[in-house]
């Protein structure tokens, strides 16, 4: 007996995928620098210091003095030594005003008058301490200084970006489909 069989023959469907795959490009452009920085403005202000040294008083004491003060000198001890003069004289004269009070006043008068003084044996140092007279008055400085701000001038540049999106294409490439054919 024959039996009739069904026979039943199908293929699937096939679909195809073209991908086109995306592109992306970014460059980043270095920063335009622009710096600038001023020199700082300085001003200085200053005094000498002042120095003096008076050796006048050392240069007397080694006998080197000056022609103002060698007659300064001779002027203090010729009026010294006129003074003196008028107080011996005035002494004597009253001594022999007084000559009835006895004694011998024209002698002793005499025997001061001839006497020549001691002369002093001593150390003498010289100049004389302290005789050099130094007097300082210190300079000042004045600095002052205004720094400068510093000028940024900088631009950044954007980032460049190119970007081109992707594809996908579907196409069928085999269609699906079903055969059913009776054997007999």
Do not use: C
């Amino acid at each position: 007996m024959n039996i009739p069989k069904l026979q039943i023959n199908s293929t699937k469907a096939q679909i195809g995928l073209n991908i086109q795959k995306p592109v992306q490009q970014i460059e980043q452009p270095s920063a335009n620098l622009d710096l600038q920085q001023p020199k700082a403005i300085q001003t200085m202000k200053t005094t000498k210091p002042q120095l003096s040294i008076d050796t006048e008083q050392a240069r007397a004491d080694v006998d080197l003095k000056s022609v103002r003060r060698r007659i300064e000198d001779f002027a203090a001890e010729g009026r010294q030594g006129v003074s003196d003069g008028i107080v011996r004289r005035a002494q004597q004269g009253t001594e022999l005003m007084r000559i009835e009070n006895g004694g011998n006043p024209i002698k002793s008068q005499a025997q001061q008058t001839g006497r020549q003084p001691y002369s002093g044996l001593a150390i003498k140092f010289v100049p004389s301490y302290s005789s050099v007279k130094v007097d300082f008055e210190p300079g000042s400085i004045d600095i002052q200084v205004e720094p400068q701000q510093v000028i940024n001038n900088t631009t950044t540049n954007k980032p460049i970006h190119n970007y081109t999106p992707g594809k996908v294409t579907v196409e069928m490439q085999q269609h699906a489909s079903i055969q059913i054919d009776w054997l007999v």
